[in-house]
T-cell receptor, first 110, second 115 residues
Framework: GQSLEQPSEVTAVEGAIVQINCTYQ??????LSWYQQHDGGAPTFLSY????GLEETGRFSSFLSRSDSYGYLLLQELQMKDSASYFC???????????FGQGTELSVKP | EAGVAQSPRYKIIEKRQSVAFWCNPI?????LYWYQQILGQGPKLLIQ????????DSQLPKDRFSAERLKGVDSTLKIQPAKLEDSAVYLC?????????????FGPGTRLLVL
């Protein structure tokens, strides 16, 4: 079966850097995605890694190591508005459904 | 570009009642998904449509849940009869593929409370 593990919550201060880890177990692997969800809002797509390495998009970066079945989301220069839940997700087969982790609740303090 | 629309935004019903949710995907998106998100958990796929055909409904409780996507655009998800454990947010998403990568866009969801 498919399973993803990520920390349930992380706290950091404004301006800091935070890393949210995700480990996965899948029968097949077709990329690791990250989504952000503010309280009461819809999940929004942040990033996608199909190959090993780092992908950077502004203050957010995402890393993947397929040999370690591991990835992380890195958030730099944290802002209060970054307080939200962050989900990693894998696709179980090409064109197949996304399997989401339980989510990491990030709290950014002043 | 308009996003994924869902209605109603909130619904409170009693157990054993029926409820229906509606979704209008982003124009031109062939793939539509319904997810169930229980508080404190990640979204769980209920059903995936490609145009008006079902691609995956393996996690849909078919004894009480049904969904359709007539004409390959709007979709409805129905629960009949509802149980207490159906209390959740029901998210609709549609997707497109660019450069071999699929991106899903989620609607605001319908928050269902079953009493």
């Amino acid at each position: 079966g498919q399973s993803l593990e990520q920390p349930s919550e992380v706290t950091a201060v404004e301006g800091a850097i935070v890393q949210i880890n995700c480990t996965y177990q899948t029968s097949g692997f077709y990329g690791l995605s990250w989504y952000q969800q503010h309280d009461g809002g819809a999940p929004t797509f942040l990033s996608y890694n199909a190959l090993d390495g780092l992908e950077e998009t502004g203050r957010f970066s995402s890393f993947l190591s397929r040999s370690d079945s591991y990835g992380y989301l890195l958030l730099q220069e944290l802002q209060m508005k970054d307080s939200a839940s962050y989900f990693c997700a894998v696709r179980d087969q090409g064109g197949g459904k996304l399997i989401f982790g339980q989510g990491t609740e990030l709290s950014v303090k002043p | 570009e308009a996003g994924v629309a869902q209605s109603p935004r909130y619904k409170i019903i009693e157990k054993r009642q029926s409820v229906a949710f509606w979704c209008n995907p982003i124009s031109g998106h062939a793939t539509l998904y319904w997810y169930q998100q229980i508080l404190g958990q990640g979204p769980k796929l209920l059903i995936q449509f490609q145009n008006n055909g079902v691609v995956d409904d393996s996690q849909l409780p078919k004894d009480r849940f049904s969904a359709e996507r007539l004409k390959g655009v709007d979709s409805t998800l129905k629960i009949q009869p509802a149980k207490l454990e159906d209390s959740a947010v029901y998210l609709c998403a549609s997707s497109h593929v660019t450069g071999g990568q699929e991106t899903q866009y989620f609607g605001p969801g319908t928050r269902l409370l079953v009493l």
